[in-house]
Structure formats: C-alpha cells, structure tokens
C-alpha cells in the first residue's frame, strides 16, 4: 500500500519563523476529534522564538457525504504585534516516509511509487495527476482556496512534477486574521484517462465549493446524527469505557461505510500495517457491529467478496478444491499470503464469509441481496466445505490438515471453530437454494449436491475429549504438553517473535480465541455448563498475542457469568490503540479491536445474539457499569435496549412490531411503550486465570487520567495482532 | 556452493581449427570410466573441417592417494598428414556457468563469486590464488607440465587474474605424437594466508611430479584394489545390476573416503544440485554401506558432526531444547533450510546420527571413537529427545509437531519412525554412559539423566490402529482421507511440483519410505507379520517422489518375501543417474540411491542386519539372479558371503573367528572353511499394487541396451528426490 498525494499540508510561517513546536514556545495547545461533527480541530497558541506570538486554529474534515472531498479551514491572528505570515498550503506527491520498524507486521515501503503525468497551479487552485509505477493506478488530486484576509493579501503558486503550492502572504496587525479553506478532491482509477481523471477531481471540486465549508459541517453533522441516532452505547459509571466505545464506533464509520464494494483493510485507512490487506478480521470482527448499525455497508464489503469471487474460485482450483476459496489476505482479490501452507490451510475465512452473509441477511431480510450475492457465496463456500472435508468409514464428516483462528497451531485435524462454521455454512447453503430454486439452478446446484451439504453438515465430526471433559480446539490438541508458561519471561510475549513455530505448534498455547469463538458465533452448539467448562479450560491456555481475541472472550467471559474478568477485556478491547497497548498504532489502528469495544458491551454486557432471525438478549452488567443503553438497527427499525443492574427495557424506536427474546422469552416489542423485564442470577464458578502476566490489563490501571486524555501509556511488554 | 578454479581444461587447435566435435567428422569416439584402476579415459578418432584426421586420448584422474592431485594424460597424433597443433592447458577461474532451470533442488548459480589474490606462470608451470567474496575462503590451484613431443616443441605462457594458460605448440607428421602431462595440485583453507597457501600448493604439485604420471596410476590401482577386495558386491544373471552396483559403490567411495571430517553432501562433489548440502541422507543411507566396507570413512564422517556440535547446540538453545539439534541441511555446520517449520521440525536427523553412530561401533568396536565422538553425539542428541517429548498422563511418552522422513506429511504427532529411532537413541546414549561412567560425567550426565533416558526409551508411544491392523506412520495419518490417485495424471508427477502441500498434508500419500523404513532400522520393533501387513498397507500410498524410497522399499519388499517386487526397486535406485530417471543427473548424482542399489542387494538379497553387535544373514534371491556374492568389512576382519538360490556359503576371509546369525540361528566362522546352509522358503502374499503409473519401472525395461550403455533415456514422467 502505497500513499496517494498528501493534501493535508499547510506549513505557516512567521515573520521568518517558520510555525514549529519544537521551537519558541506553546503557550496553549488542544488537538480534539469531534465525534459528533466528524471533524478534527486544532488550536494553538505560540510565541516564535523572536517573541511575536499568535493563535493558529484549524478544522479538518473528511466528508461523509461528498466522497472525493476532504477540506480545511485554517486561520492565523497575531495577538500581541503586527507579522508577516505566510501559508503554504500544499499536495505533494512521494512524499518521504518514515522508516519503518523491524515488525514484519509493519508493511512495506515503497519508495517514489507515483509517476507523474500532470501538474499545474493557477490562481488558488493546484492539480496533480500521478500512476502507481508498477499497478498503473491513476490517482488525481485537486485543491482550491477560500482566502479571508487584509486588502494586501497576496497569492501566488508553483508546480513541479511531484509539488503543488499556493502561497498566501498576508500583514496582520493584532486583531486582524488571516483564515484559508482549502478544499481538497482525491479520485482514483485504474481504468479512467488521464483526461477524465482532470475532469473528474475538478467536478468533485466544483460541487465542494458549491457545497461551502459551512454546507459541508452541516452534511457532516447530519450523516452523523443519524449514525448516532441509529448506532450510540451509552454508558453510565464509567466514562473511560463511554469515550474510548463511541471513539470506537466513529473510526469503524470511517473505515466502513463509504467502502462502497471496496474492502474494509485490517488498519482501515489509517496507516501502513499489514500493507492495506484485508483479512478474516473484516467478516469475523467488524461487520457484526455493521450489521446492526449501518447495514449498507456490510452488504457493500461483501458485494466486494462478491465481485472477487472469480478469483477465488481460481485459488480454490489451484488447491484442487471446488467451489471457491477466498485469499488469507489481499488487497484486490488475489492471495498475498505467499507460500506458507499454514495461511492456505486456514479456510475457515470462506464460513466466516458465509456466516456474515447469513448474520446480514436475518438482520435485514435484504431479498435482493440474498437472491443476487448471498446465494453465490454461500453456495460457492459449500462446494468448497463439501470438497476439503471426508465422510470417512464411521460416517463422520471430517476436516483434516486446517488452521484455524488460533495461529499458534497449524494444519490440525477437525478444528472444532472450523468445522461449526462449515456446518453453518453448509446447512445455510442447502437451505437458501431451496428457496431460490430457479438461481440456484443458474449457479449449478442441482437437488442432489443440497442434499449433499445437508448430509455433510448432519454428520460434521466435532471432537470431544471425555477424559478432561471439554472440546479439543481440535483433533488431538488437549494431548500435547502444556506450554511452560512458568518460565516464559514478560519480554518473551509476543510468543511468535520469540519462539520457532514449530514449537508453538506441538504446544498447548493459543494465541487467540478459537474454540471460545466457536462458542460465540455457534453458542447453539454448546450447553451452557459445556461453555463454562471449555472457557476455565482454555482461559489458562491463551495468551492474547492477537487484538482478535479480547472482545471475544470478553463475550464469553460474560455470558457464563465472568463479569469482572469480561469488563478487563472490554477495557483490553477498547484501549487498543487509545492507549496503544500493543505499541504500534503508527502503524495504524486496529478495526477489528475497536469493533470489539462495541461487541464486548453489546454482545457481552447486552447479551446481543442474532440467531434463526431472531434477536435475543441477556444482558447482565458489571458493577461499574451502572447502565448501559444501545441501539440496534434491525429489519428497518430501530430498537433501544437500556440495561441496569436489575432489569432491562426494550422499546422500538421506529418501526413495525417486533419480536424478540429476553433471557429465552419471547417479547413483543411496539411502538407505544417500553417492555421492561428483570435479569435473572447467575452462579459463576471462580474466575479463570490467564497464563502468568497475560491477564488483561486491569482497567483501573488503562484509566490513569492525563486531563481526560490517554496517550500511549507504557502499558507493559509489547503484544501483538 | 560455488565452483574452484577449473583445471581440467585442454583445449586443442588443428592448424587453424579447434578441435570441436560439433563440426568436422568424429569418426570414432569412446569414453570409459575404468573402476578398477580409477580413471577416465577417452579416444577420438576426428577429422578437422579441412580434412586432417587426428588421434587424441586422454587419460584422467583424481587421485584418491594423493589429497590435492589431479592429473591429465593428453597425446594427439596426426594419422594422414602433417599438422600443427597447439594444446591451450589452462586454469580457469569464475567461470561461466550454464543457467539452470527452474527446479529449486538446483541450486544456486553465484556469477564471479572469486576474487584473485595471485595469478602467475612461468614455463611449464601456472598458478592462481583467489578467495571467495563473501565468505573469505581461500583457494589455490597450480599445474605443471611434462611434455614429449618433436624437437621443434614450443611452450610459452600467459596469466591473468582468472586465466592461466600454457600453449604448447608442436608441428606433427603422421606418427609422431605430442603427450602432455598434466598435474594439477588443490589447496583451500580459511585460515592460511595467500603465501602458505601458494607454498601448499607448490609442495603438493611437487611431490605429485615426484610420484610422477605411472606412479600416480599405480598407487590409484592399489587402492582401488583394495576396496573391491573389501567391497566387491558379485551377480550372476544380470550383467546390467552388475555394473550398476558397481558404478554405484565407485560413486560412494569417492564421494566419501577421502571426506576426512568434511561431511558427504548429497551429491557429493559432483554437481550444484541442493548447493552442496548435505542432509540425513549421508547417515541414513550413505554411512550403512560405508560403515560395512571403508568404515574409517564413516568415522570421519561422524568426526565433522562432532565438529559441528557447538553450532547444533545453539539450534537446539534458539529453538528451546537441550542437548544438541543438528542442521536439516548445510555445509558448514549452520542451518541453512530456512524459515520453514517442516524442516525445522524434521528432528529425526539427529536420531539418525546416533544411529549410524552406534551402527559404525558395533561394525568396528572402535572403543576410541566411541569414546571421544561417539558417546556425546549420543549424550546431546539424547537430550534432544527428551527435550522434545514429554510424558502424559497415561504414561506415554509423546512427540508431537514433528516431521518424519515422508516429506508429504509435516507437524504430525508421534511419527512412528522418529519415536522408535529416538527411542534406540535414548537407549544408547544410557548405555554407552553408564559404559564410560568418567567421560559421562565430565560431560554432565548423572545417574538420573541417564535413568530419564531409559525411562523416556520405555515409555515412547508407538500408535497403533486397531481397525485396520497396522501400524500408522504417525498418530492420525490414517484417519485421513486417501490421495485421489485415479485422477492423478502421470504429468502431475512429482506431485509436490503441482499441488499444494497443503493438499499433501492432509491426504493418505507418502513420498518416500517413512513407516517402512522404521521397519528396516528398527526391524526389531515388528513381528514378520506385522512386517508383512504394514508393507501392505502402505505400498499403494506411496508414490516415491523422492530419490530416497526405492532401496528402502527394496530391503523390506525382499524381506517380506515379495522378491519380484524388490528387484524392480532395487534396479530404480541403481539406475537413478545411470538412466537419469528423474531428469536432473545434471544437477549431481544421487549419492544415497547409489549406496541404496548396495543396500538394496546387501541388506535386501542378502538379508544383512547388524544389531546387539551381531551380524545377521537372511538371504534370498529374485529369480534373474541366480548368483550374489559380496565382501563386507567387520570388526577387523574380511567377510564373503555367496548366495545361491537355496543355498549360501559363509567364509571368513581375514581375522579372528566370528560368530554370525543365518536365519537366526548362530554359525561360528573360521578362515580354515567356508560354512554353507539352506535358504528356507518363504510364504508371500500376493504382490503389493502402488499408486496407478508409479509402480517401480522394471528392470527389464530399463536394461533395454544401447551398445552396452545406458543414457538418458525418457523413462516417463520426471520424479524427484
């Protein structure tokens, strides 16, 4: 992944100071993302090192609505004597990027990827055309200004290949102020010429201007109310977790909802990790929260998985497998994961696709969708299910030679995760044919290969060690030794940058949820004691050296009654990147994470399960949280459910009549009035421990105040995705 | 691994044309490897574009007797006209190297890897010093000349940093001829400096001349004599397996006698193929044949893994373990097969080591080796083990995440072969310290790590499958669903060339010997029958994709009495490189399948064992021979053994009496008279099928002669190692 030209540029100088915090001195300084308005504002004061001081203040915002449009308003007001001020406001091309840290993680730079095709400056306005050396991208950037300033105000530009710059020169007495609104548009296309990607920056621009800065704060603001209105968490006791959720929920927004059948990337859009790919992290960890708060937006990122099924139906015949199977990690479609057969065997990604499609589609009851997309994903994961497994001569359907979420083992026999989502997926597959028997038929499914997924899903083998009295994570898992948990040091954490895999693998460690997701997205397939049982089983087992897996265990921690230990994961879950547990949110931030934050209290706390069509609920709180309050979108209307330590009252928003369950009872939901029912008890057994030094950082210990700010507190060992 | 200096170059101008047998007219052309006496001779009758017909022979050899010597006898005679001729007889560093192809066995092709220190010629003499660029290693090459030929002889020289050249120039009428001579003297070191390394050189090249080109020929006999009179395996009935094995035992002793604690790689020294690594294949199929016939070679061999523990108990700290984990491939001592958890976890390798240690004992009973070497290869690979399993709860003792000699399996549990081999390793090592209780101790081993060994020994978990009655290679590989050989074509062959290992991994197919070879080394372990049921079983799983199978399947095929089908193996592994089987002789000469034509007539045929100290003999023949006699060297002593098809004859050579086991019964052996005893006749199943097209080619398709030659020819799809 590679940076498009930066137009986020506008460098300030002072008489001949250039604005620099690392010289002089700042007398005032406040950076704050406004979650309600969508945008970021800066304001400082600061004396140049030759004492003339002046307040800077600026607002920045990433449009919602105008898709192509970032803008900027920019103003400068010496307090205390007449300056000079000079602002460069800029888009530069190959850009110089920091180096990089050693973490394989980090991505790769490339250096000077953008070749130039055109560049001018005239009046306010400047313009940038470049191609991806190698991909032949064409990217186009545009800016132009609104200047406010004293009759001498002066402008004038220059252009090279790879900078563009306004300059505004303005004398301002005290009082007077210079302010600037840049209007930025971005465009890209693989396909477009050069020509049409001018035209159409300078058309993105055009309507930017016609819009004003103040008509987009109003649209921002607008897009944001209803997000707000149909997706808000509110909480009481606990205003840490309150921020640090709504932080969350906004940055998902942001990764999420303007894809438009591009993918939802592992860091979004907000730095270089993982080289923009997306993962599993999508399906399993980001779209649950979608679904039920923005749902266009899962339908977009999986008409995505859509428009590549081709290719995956390619890798699935260079695997020898029908149907199709998507990549690990891509960025456009095809597999980046290189040659590690422990990434290829890692197919449970096709069922969680297959799981997401199917979550979207109760949620939504989007037909059209079902009939046009969810079908052929479904059906195209079926075939692939139906030919990695066996039925062998004891009429088990078997999985052989997998990864499954847990990285710390590799190519096990029927791992437990796997093999319930492939029977989810089978059974969805063969139940949604038959109901769209004429498309079905189109894509080649005949009665026979229906009858086949059910059969396979009917005789899916999922293990059961009768000795320990819990489910293996796989075949033969609870038979290896225990990973010597003792004498593994804090600094040896993350594992997989410490240790070969090779003994990872033949350990029991896990590196992130597995079965105990298994237990969340198949709860159905668990008695409740089975569930406490497998989760005191494998809580000493796991060792989080991925952000996928605290709000996971979070969910489960808190439906088998572990409130306490499912609030610290919460916390873990949603400091990711606010409190940059892992160190190395330079890299950019973590969706999944941030998702989780949402999934943990609306899952965990709220007891949120969307299962046979239905919502249910059983919410149950811990004690510092005094209230949790959320809203769901579900079927076309809006639902608010308000949890306290006693009761919970459900009420539709908007909306037709609905029913949903509480604690297994069903409730009829209308517009009139709220329905309010008790929580009943629940009689946890002690809390589970974690390997020594691996218990979630306890919130109180997350929530030091700095002024009601976190910064990248040092929060102990590094950790790891 | 880079190639020396070239000195085997002698080029040859006919008056004003070189001598190039893609032109002009070869009239008669022979080229003979002569095993007896060690060298390499060539004739050619060529007529000269312009029509001048000239005799050339050359004789070369590498002298075994003489370390760093070469040389080259090169006469040309003019048979119908007076010419000139002039013989360019040269040193060539940094050579250009034909591209290889695309197979990643190949190797590694480095440009100009030399860089020159010296280069001079005087006279008849010329020599370059160059070292490596990266590594730094040093390496010397000088020649010299004795020239006979008319008065009229004229020599001059030329030197450059890569090239020396001496042309010697000589007018020739029918019946004269002009000899040259050449020697050619060897030096490399990484420690000597430019000047000794010239005066090695020198001194090398000298006593070389003193020895002169007969005596060089002579000493080369002599020693050649005596290793076919220790080493000569004899057949009647099939002319072509004779000279195979033959071909083959010439192969290994070059490869392996004058090692001299530098390791034997798996191509020896004769080609790039796998740069110059050397792998378990050097122990597990090299060292048997080695050990019986030139053992000091064996314990030379053993020597360099001694040198290189220190290196090996490094791997063993990176990866966590005790004891000492030697590299799965290298060439000086570090591991060199990358990031790849399959090798890695390939630790069998070190069972291997401490198996050919205690094999080269009990052949020799070299009490010093045993000793100084011997013991703490056993101590530190024994600590390997029992670093690398653990005891369960049952009292089992597992090894799990491992990699066994059948590369299309990886990470499995329990693999049959590694745990009876670390079992024997385990064992051994307690014994021969409990036998050398003061070197033990200085090597740190007490009572109780010597009682944990013997306690994990007993304790290792040998999985067995009740349902279908045969040993499994590892803990679940037959529960797996077996490889789809009907739609396998024979183009998708080797298969790991066309699918992914993925795909491998998770299916019932076996690329080379694994279980069967466990029932080779640890025959002990398995009844006759069960013998017999496993051979079974796994035959039609394995499709011998590796070089590394077919004398393995030979030695158990002949002793389950299925004879027919051992005779086709063992002509598969004989004829490896003499027909090119597997399309890349190249690359270099498959070093172990050679030795594996021996093991397959020694150990197969004639049912050769060597275990508690004692020889076994359980010989029985195919029905094409109807003869096999062979030498073996035992504990000082000259063993013949003569089978026939009912009968064989026991004669002790040289040494002291020595009691031996023919059918288990136990035969006391003097110089005074051979001892002859009946063959019992045996009752085999029907013959075992293999996977569709991957029967073993029989011999008598391969043996279709060519003049009494056998090239390249196409025998179907290429296989691999």
Same mark, same amino acid.
């Given at each position: 992944m590679i940076n498009v030209t930066n137009g986020k540029i506008m460098r300030l100088l002072v008489d001949d100071e /250039?604005? #620099?915090?690392?010289y002089g001195q700042v007398q005032r300084h406040e950076r704050v993302l406004d979650l309600r308005n969508g945008v970021l504002r800066r304001t400082v004061c600061w004396t140049s090192p030759v004492g003339r001081t002046v307040n800077i203040s600026s607002v920045r915002l990433v449009s919602f609505t105008q898709r192509a449009i970032a803008a900027i308003s920019y103003e400068v007001e010496p307090l205390d004597a007449p300056v000079r001020v000079v602002v460069q406001s800029e888009l530069v091309a190959n850009e110089t990027i920091p180096v990089m840290g050693k #973490? @394989?993680?980090?991505g790769t730079v490339l250096p000077s990827s953008l070749e130039c095709e055109e560049h001018q400056a005239q009046g306010t306005c400047g313009l940038l055309i470049h191609h991806t050396r190698f991909s032949g991208l064409r990217v186009g950037a545009a800016m132009d200004h609104q200047i406010e300033g004293p009759p001498e105000t002066f402008v004038e530009s220059q252009h090279s290949p790879d900078v563009v710059r306004i300059v505004i020169t303005a004398p301002l007495q005290p009082g007077q102020r210079l302010r600037v609104v840049k209007f930025l548009a971005y465009g890209w296309s693989s396909q477009r010429s050069r020509p049409a990607m001018h035209d159409q920056v300078s058309a993105a621009l055009s309507l930017a201007r016609f819009t004003g800065w103040e008509g987009l704060l109003a649209e921002q603001r607008a897009y944001l109310d209803t997000f707000w209105g149909h997706g808000d968490v509110e909480i009481e006791g606990d205003p840490h977790i309150q921020q640090a959720v709504r932080f969350a929920l906004f940055h998902v927004l942001q990764a999420g909802c303007r894809g438009e059948q591009r993918p939802i990337p $592992? !860091?979004?859009?907000?730095? /270089?990790g993982y080289d923009g790919h997306t993962f599993w992290d999508t399906e399993t960890f980001v779209l649950p929260l979608v679904t039920l708060t923005f749902p266009h937006a899962t339908a977009d990122a999986l008409r995505w998985r859509h428009a590549i099924l081709d290719q995956a139906r390619e890798r699935a015949r260079l695997l020898g497998r029908r149907g199709a199977a998507f990549p690990w990690r891509t960025i456009h479609g !095809?597999?980046? %994961?290189?040659?590690w057969p422990a990434s290829t065997a890692a197919f449970h990604l096709n069922a969680d696709i297959a799981y997401a499609v199917t979550q979207y589609i109760e949620a939504t009851e989007d037909r059209a969708f079902e009939e046009e997309v969810g079908l052929e994903l479904l059906v195209e994961t079926a075939r692939l299910w139906n030919s990695l497994g066996y039925e062998n001569a004891d009429g088990q359907f078997r999985i052989d030679g997998v990864t499954g @979420? #847990?990285?710390?083992? $590799?190519?096990? #026999?029927?791992?437990v995760y796997t093999n319930l989502m492939a029977q989810h997926n089978l059974s969805a597959a063969a139940e949604t044919a038959k109901r769209y028997p004429e498309v079905a038929s189109a894509l080649g499914v005949d009665a026979a290969e229906r009858d086949s997924w059910q059969h396979a899903a009917e005789r899916m083998f999922i293990p059961y060690d009768q000795r320990l009295g819990v489910t293996p994570q796989?075949?033969?898992? +609870?038979?290896h030794k225990v990973w010597n948990?003792?004498? +593994?040091? @804090?600094?040896?954490? @993350?594992l997989f940058r410490n240790f070969p895999y090779y003994d990872l693998y033949c350990k029991?460690?896990?590196?992130?949820a597995d079965l105990i997701l298994a237990m969340h997205?198949?709860? &159905?397939?668990?008695?409740p004691e089975q569930k406490a049982r497998n989760f005191a089983y494998y809580e000493p087992l796991t =060792?989080?050296?991925?952000?996928?897996s605290a709000a996971t265990q979070a969910v489960i921690a808190a439906e088998v009654g572990q409130l306490q230990l499912a609030y610290d994961y919460l916390g873990e879950a949603a400091f990711m &990147?606010? %409190?940059?547990l892992e160190h190395n949110v330079r890299d950019g931030i973590h969706i999944a994470s941030l998702a989780g934050a949402w999934t943990a209290l =609306?899952?965990?706390?709220?007891g949120v399960r969307l299962q046979g069509g239905m919502l249910s609920f059983a919410p149950r709180l811990p004690e510092q949280i005094t209230r949790l309050a959320f809203q769901l979108v579900f079927r076309n209307r809006c639902l608010r459910v308000d949890v306290c330590a006693n009761e919970v009252s459900y009420r539709l928003l908007s909306g037709a009549p609905l029913t949903v369950r509480h604690y297994g009872d069903e409730l009829s939901l209308t517009r009139t009035s709220a329905v309010t029912r008790p929580i009943p008890p629940i009689q946890a057994g002690p809390r589970p421990t974690q390997p020594p030094g691996r218990a979630p950082v306890a919130m109180s210990f997350i929530c030091t105040e700095a002024g009601g700010r976190y910064f990248?507190?040092?929060?102990?060992p590094k950790k790891a995705r």
């Open positions: /250039p604005f #620099d915090v690392r #973490d @394989p993680r980090g $592992a !860091k979004g859009l907000t730095g /270089p !095809k597999e980046s %994961s290189g040659y @979420p #847990d990285e710390y083992s $590799a190519l096990v #026999d029927n791992n796989d075949d033969t898992f +609870t038979q948990f003792a004498t +593994t040091t @804090p600094e040896q954490y @993350p029991q460690v896990i590196k992130q997205l198949r709860g &159905d397939a668990f008695t =060792v989080r050296d991925s952000s996928l &990147d606010l %409190s940059d =609306v899952m965990g706390f709220g990248g507190q040092n929060l102990g």
